[in-house]
């Protein structure tokens, strides 16, 4: 999450004080991710460091210092709202690092480790949908926010499940070891194939 362009993006609308952004920040995002008042300021520095913003008090970041966005803070401001995420390469997922890595470890029951994290996730999304139906329509970014969450976990027990089916489909494996059927690529190898794909 980058809080530098959050503020920016909050600075957009006009002038405003580090305490006022906090809790703008907040009320923006549905209070799910909480601001420390000390990382704003730090935070609102940098960017003043960077030229992005600019305060009346150039001696520091007080609790009444009045902050701006400049020129060059809107262009920053505009290519990062347009930057497509990063997906290339994937990102360190503990899971599929946990699955990948159960594998080879001896005596480890692979189908009930994925569905004890399925059953979880399953869970989870249950209580997801509860919040979903309490929500009021006034409440857009919670909304937003749940629903992210909902697919964002979908997406996982998918994964699982076929994660799942594609290791029963294989021959029986001695524990301990690789599945049959299944030598595995040196690293180098399945990162430059990961590497070439453009999303």
């Given at each position: 999450?980058?809080?530098?362009?959050?503020?920016?993006?909050?600075?957009?609308?006009?002038?405003?004080?580090?305490?006022?952004?906090?809790?703008?920040?907040?009320?923006?995002?549905?209070?799910?991710?909480?601001?420390?008042?000390?990382?704003?300021?730090?935070?609102?520095?940098?960017?003043?460091?960077?030229?992005?913003?600019?305060?009346?008090?150039?001696?520091?970041?007080?609790?009444?210092?009045?902050?701006?966005?400049?020129?060059?803070?809107?262009?920053?401001?505009?290519?990062?709202?347009?930057?497509?995420?990063?997906?290339?390469?994937?990102?360190?997922?503990?899971?599929?690092?946990?699955?990948?890595?159960?594998?080879?470890?001896?005596?480890?029951?692979?189908?009930?480790?994925?569905?004890?994290?399925?059953?979880?996730?399953?869970?989870?999304?249950?209580?997801?949908?509860?919040?979903?139906?309490?929500?009021?329509?006034?409440?857009?970014?919670v909304s937003l926010v749940v629903d992210a969450e909902l697919f964002r976990i979908e997406a996982i027990v998918r994964w699982l499940d076929t994660t799942d089916a594609r290791l029963k489909r294989l021959p029986?494996?001695?524990?301990?070891?690789?599945?049959?059927?299944?030598?595995?690529?040196?690293?180098?190898?399945?990162?430059?194939?990961?590497?070439?794909?453009?999303?």
């Open positions: 999450m980058s809080i530098r362009h959050a503020l920016l993006a909050l600075l957009s609308e006009g002038p405003k004080y580090g305490l006022q952004l906090r809790q703008e920040f907040e009320s923006r995002t549905g209070e799910v991710w909480p601001l420390n008042v000390g990382q704003v300021y730090t935070t609102l520095q940098r960017l003043e460091r960077d030229g992005l913003v600019e305060s009346e008090d150039a001696a520091g970041a007080g609790p009444q210092n009045v902050f701006t966005i400049t020129s060059n803070g809107s262009d920053e401001l505009d290519k990062w709202l347009r930057m497509p995420p990063d997906v290339v390469p994937p990102p360190r997922d503990e899971l599929v690092i946990k699955v990948l890595v159960a594998m080879r470890v001896p005596g480890v029951d692979l189908p009930e480790l994925l569905q004890a994290h399925r059953r979880h996730l399953v869970q989870v999304m249950q209580e997801y949908t509860r919040l979903k139906s309490e929500i009021t329509e006034g409440e857009v970014e029986a494996r001695t524990a301990g070891t690789t599945p049959a059927g299944t030598a595995p690529m040196s690293a180098p190898r399945v990162g430059r194939r990961i590497a070439g794909v453009r999303r």
